[in-house]
């Protein structure tokens, strides 16, 4: 269930960036188009790819360390799964003792 919601969170997203795409070619043909009319020299693209690279690789160091979380995470929650069961155990015979005294 789990791996279903983020299928879908991934599609939802992906589907975000391509009508974000959709928008930015749109909104830079419309600039070209005004530039042509206004007799203007049309400008020329930014090359994004070391952005693309740099958000790459933020992108790997945040996925890196939610994955150390995680481990974190599951090594904590078994843990204390752990201390409980010691605890309970513990209990038990604290009743049984108690139970052995009384009577």
């Known amino acids: 269930m789990l791996i279903s919601k983020r299928e879908e969170e991934r599609i939802r997203l992906t589907h975000g ?14 600039n070209d188009e005004l530039r042509a009319r206004l007799e203007m020299e ?13 958000l790459h690789i933020h992108n790997q160091s945040y996925r890196a360390e939610n994955d150390i ?11 204390t799964r752990n201390d409980r069961k010691i605890r309970g155990k513990d209990l038990g015979v604290i009743v049984r003792l108690l139970r052995l005294i009384g009577n």
């Open 17 to 30: 960036i391509g009508e974000i795409d959709d928008k930015l070619t749109e909104v830079i043909s419309e």
């Open 69 to 79: 979380l995680r481990a974190e995470v599951r090594v904590f929650n078994n843990s």
């Open 42 to 54: 049309p400008l020329p693209l930014v090359d994004v790819s070391k952005l693309r690279d740099r």
